[in-house]
């Protein structure tokens, strides 16, 4: 069975101080694996897909990488407003998500 | 532009009383699908569609039905509800597979 796990359920830092959260994935065929950031109250929204072993995407603080059983969300010098649920997802012919990661950041 | 819309934002039920959820996307996407949001289960894929008259089982299909007669509306029905359907559903939809997947509002759903 398809499954998707990520850890640490729950995380708290201090702001600038950098860490990861991952994403591990048991899927066969993966198409792509896609990571979300979801406020309190509102839907997820989309940060990175990533498809292949190797791959890396940036976005501000954000750094995603791929390798074959599992993703890593690099948090770099983290801020107050980083504070949310990140989300992994897995497609192989359909998205199934992760229970998520709720990251706190405290000035 | 408006997205993703769902209707409607809150609503309470009845064991046994069925509705109908409603997603209306305007970007003209191909995919879209359905999820609920437990606490401490993450997201779960109900059922999904990948155009206009196709429609699949998700994860965790039984007690829901849906259908998706126009390309801009997906349909999610609870014939009759129960009180574990009581959660928080998520339409969205996405142009492909591996585009970004736009979501609604979400939906709270409580069946007492």
């Known amino acids: 069975e398809d499954q998707v796990t990520q850890s640490p359920e729950a995380l708290r830092l201090q702001e600038g101080e950098s860490s990861s959260l991952n994403c591990s994935y048991t899927?066969?065929?993966?198409?792509?694996l896609f990571w979300y950031r979801q406020d309190p109250g509102k839907g997820p929204e989309f940060l990175f897909t990533?498809?292949?072993a190797g791959e890396e995407k940036e976005k501000e603080r954000l750094k995603a990488t791929l390798t074959k059983k599992e993703s890593f969300l690099h948090i770099t010098a983290p801020k107050p407003e980083d504070s949310a649920t990140y989300l992994c997802?897995?497609?192989?012919?359909?998205?199934?998500f992760g229970t998520g990661t709720r990251l706190q950041v405290f000035p | 532009n408006a997205g993703v819309t769902q209707t409607p934002k809150f609503r309470v039920l009845k064991t046994g009383q069925s509705m109908t959820l409603l997603c209306a996307q305007d970007?003209?996407?191909?995919?879209m699908y359905w999820y609920r949001q437990d606490p401490g289960m993450g997201l779960r894929l109900i059922h999904y569609?990948?155009?206009?008259?196709?429609?699949a089982k998700g994860e965790v299909p039984d007690g829901y039905n849906v259908s998706r007669l126009k390309k801009q509306n997906f349909l999610l029905g609870l014939e009759s509800a129960a009180p574990s359907q009581t959660s928080v559903y998520f339409c969205?939809?996405?142009?492909?597979?591996?585009?970004?997947?736009?979501f609604g509002q979400g939906t709270r759903l409580t069946v007492v």
């Open positions: 969205a939809s996405s142009y492909t597979w591996n585009t970004e997947a736009f």
């Open positions: 899927v066969s065929g993966l198409r792509g």
């Open positions: 990533l498809y292949s």
């Open positions: 997802a897995s497609y192989t012919d359909k998205l199934i």
């Open positions: 970007m003209n996407h191909e995919y």
């Open positions: 569609s990948v155009g206009e008259g196709t429609t």
